[in-house]
């Protein structure tokens, strides 16, 4: 108190306390008596170069006391026996042989996630208002940042995206770091998604905290996402934790309300939505007034809506099974899902994103009654291929309600059920069987997407698919207005622009949260395609493949971002010898926000760990047969 405002505390001995005593010998700065809520060990020594020195230290409560001795041999078994315990453990969960470079980067990934666990204290309440004891804030907090979220009061250990550069929860970020977290805590996964949706995180209408700095900013809607595949991971058929989904698909349905009320102005089922998480990505910043006037209609935007309709849907299906209550949810979901679906794929001079000159989906600027399509090739145009689902015929017939619905939808809404498509299955145990497919493309527009997708030139990498073609590297949108050039071009890693604070860069980097939600959808579209939808990959190569095997590329490509090659030279680390040729870090691995789109160097923060963990998901789906 004194240090920061300059008046008199009710004690002495206050939070910098450690820092005075250690650095400043002030040694009245802690208690001598040995009271307080906070201690600290305090030990001088010398380390000589290349040594080491172990200090021992034994925590316990008083009614535990283990006795005399407290250190020796039976202190060092307790670890031999959690390295050995912790030993076993990774052996089960990951696929790779142990002591291989796979299974020494899968570990590392799964041990740096777990170090991203932090207790997380904001009580806005008290932020606006003061503490106890502490001046009060000056009244501009009332009308600045985070002030309508008083009812917000977080005091939880939660997963940061990176507790060293970022220490403060980011909520897309968590739905990602909660699918390699299925694995190590179940327990632990299923509360994080659970608790953003608790009525003191989730604003009462609906929306969710997206992070401290601006908890009203809108991020991509993957929770739904995440909460769905938590649950199928964390269980057998038939034993999975029905109670888990079905609360949270109660608090989703809020949080998709307000998505449809806030971001959907006109009732088109065409969305905005702001910079949803992708930075820079857009030619103008997404998140203020344009400077045309009018507004932009998203692809991403949309897509994410129909994404995130398409996964209630998925869900209310699943619940649907044991409680019929849960069949009309999935017709409201299917209907909407349809609906989005048409709207999007009209052609862009008819209101829709489909650019079908140039085969792809684009953001329109729509100012008054004209449009325009912003003609950016890069991850917005790749979204759309997130929201896919196949229903098979089989479960429709065990949903008497929903199907009831599904017919009389056919019949009497001809010009929307003309988007989806239908298969026999030709051999397996379902043989015979239909299959309805669901998804934002269609047969035709998905393979000239994939042409873009998988061409070298374009998105593909040998680290994964770029958040921007390399297209613009050469030939860079520009887009004038107001006699101000915006453009963009090819940035292959760090950012060249202030957009965003310019610590993050989406023009061109390949960024693991958005490939593996690709590889996802690759291998769902080749659930229902099987052996009759091939693609060029690489484009233009004349190697056809299933989706399914496009999908292990693309995993494997990223996987290769962190293994070393014949020189020990990890992509990740660029040319930093340090990792190559120092006995002492060559065996360790940086688990960066993103890499670079040509050569893999890792950029941004350097232990997210976060997202960045979902390369244990994709190296499993490498060793899948």
């Not at 305090?42 to 380390?47: A, M, N």
Request: one cysteine or more.
């Amino acid at each position: 108190m004194e240090e920061l405002y300059k008046v008199e505390h009710y004690t002495k001995f206050a939070r910098d306390g450690f820092h005075r005593y250690v650095v400043k010998g002030e040694k009245e700065a802690v208690d001598s008596r040995g009271r307080g809520t906070k201690c600290a060990p305090h030990y001088t020594v010398e380390v000589p170069s290349r040594e080491q020195v172990t200090l021992r230290v034994r925590f316990y409560a008083n009614e535990e006391d283990p006795k005399a001795p407290y250190f020796g041999e039976g202190f060092d078994k307790i670890f031999e026996d959690r390295i050995q315990e912790t030993n076993v453990f990774y052996n089960e969960i990951i696929p790779a042989e142990k002591e291989t470079k796979e299974y020494e980067m899968s570990r590392q990934a799964y041990a740096s996630l777990l170090w991203t666990k932090q207790f997380y204290h904001y009580i806005v309440r008290n932020w606006l208002f003061g503490d106890k004891d502490t001046p009060t804030p000056p009244e501009s907090r009332l009308s600045g940042r985070n002030a309508d979220w008083k009812h917000l009061f977080n005091r939880d250990v939660v997963s940061m995206p990176d507790k060293w550069e970022y220490p403060w929860y980011a909520s897309w970020d968590l739905a990602f770091h909660m699918i390699p977290f299925a694995r190590v805590d179940p327990f632990f996964a299923k509360e994080q998604l659970l608790l953003f949706l608790r009525e003191w995180y989730m604003a009462p209408n609906g929306q969710m905290p997206a992070y401290e700095f601006a908890f009203d900013d809108v991020n991509p809607p993957v929770h739904a996402w995440a909460v769905f595949r938590v649950f199928k991971m964390t269980g057998k058929r038939g034993e999975r934790d029905r109670v888990f989904l079905a609360k949270c698909f109660h608090k989703l349905l809020l949080n998709f309300t307000w998505w449809v009320n806030r971001k959907d102005p006109e009732g088109r089922n065409i969305f905005s939505g702001g910079f949803l998480g992708l930075d820079n990505i857009g030619v103008f910043d997404r998140s203020r007034p344009l400077p045309t006037g009018g507004h932009l209609e998203q692809a991403d935007g949309t897509a994410w809506v129909a994404f995130f309709c398409i996964v209630m849907l998925d869900i209310a299906l699943e619940l649907a099974i044991t409680d019929p209550a849960y069949e009309d949810m999935a017709s409201k979901f299917f209907e909407h899902f349809v609906a989005i679906l048409d709207a999007m794929n009209a052609m862009a001079g008819g209101g829709g994103l489909w650019d079908e000159k140039e085969g792809f989906y684009y953001d329109v600027l729509r100012v008054e009654h004209c449009t325009q399509p912003l003609r950016i090739r890069s991850l917005v145009g790749l979204v759309p291929l997130f929201a896919t689902l196949t229903i098979e015929e089989e479960w429709i017939d065990k949903l008497p309600g929903f199907k009831k619905r599904l017919e009389w939808f056919m019949k009497h809404r001809p010009e929307l059920s003309q988007h989806l498509n239908f298969m026999t299955v030709l051999d397996g145990p379902n043989a015979g069987k239909g299959r309805q497919l669901l998804g934002i493309p269609s047969r035709k527009n998905l393979k000239k997407v994939l042409e873009y997708m998988l061409d070298e030139k374009e998105f593909l990498s040998d680290f994964g698919i770029r958040s921007l073609s390399k297209v613009h590297k050469d030939k860079p949108f520009r887009f004038h207005a107001d006699n101000t050039e915006y453009r963009v071009d090819y940035v292959p890693a760090e950012s060249n622009t202030e957009m965003f604070g310019g610590n993050s860069n989406w023009r061109g980097p390949i960024w693991l949260c958005m490939n593996y939600l690709l590889v996802e959808s690759l291998e769902r579209y080749d659930y229902f395609y099987g052996d009759t939808f091939k693609v060029e990959c690489p484009t233009g190569s004349g190697n056809m493949m299933r989706l399914k095997n496009v999908a292990k590329v693309i995993s494997q490509r990223m996987v290769n971002l962190f293994l070393p090659d014949e020189n020990g030279r990890r992509p990740c680390h660029g040319d930093n010898k340090m990792y190559t040729e120092d006995e002492d870090w060559k065996d360790l691995i940086l688990f960066y926000e993103f890499f670079h789109g040509d050569n893999g160097r890792g950029c941004g923060a350097s232990h997210q760990t976060g997202w960045t963990a979902v390369i244990t998901a994709c190296l499993e789906k490498t060793m899948k047969s």
